[in-house]
């Protein structure tokens, strides 16, 4: 079973940057494309960034060319580079697997963009 723990969320102004962790626990982190999900106050879970274990990665519309994904399997790792931060970014940022996500969900962390 994977356990996830996500943290480096905080309190940015417009424009700021912050880095999400996602430590991952279990043997099968490696072979799982892995993503970072987000959810808004009164909005559905949404993925916004996937990496595969190979290293390739994909991001939703809303976060392409600001937020960028990384991941080290054997630090078993993945990691959210977020810039240029908006106040629609707000929400609680989540990592599991995916497109599916598949192991049981993490505290999150909570990220806070303020105009």
């Known amino acids: 079973q994977v356990q996830l723990v996500e943290s480096g969320g905080g309190l940015v102004q417009t424009g700021g940057s912050l880095r999400l962790s996602c430590a991952a626990s279990g043997s099968i982190f490696s072979i799982n494309a892995m993503g970072w999900y987000r959810q808004a106050p009164g909005k559905q879970r949404e993925l916004v960034a996937v990496?595969?274990?190979?290293?390739?990665?994909r991001y939703a519309d809303s976060v392409k060319g600001r937020f960028f994904i990384s991941r080290d399997n054997a630090k078993k790792m993945v990691w959210l580079q977020l810039n240029s931060l908006k106040p629609e970014d707000t929400a609680v940022y989540y990592c599991n697997s995916a497109p599916q996500a598949s192991f049981s969900w993490g505290q999150g962390t909570q990220v806070t963009v303020s105009s």
């Open positions: 990496i595969t274990t190979g290293g390739s990665t």
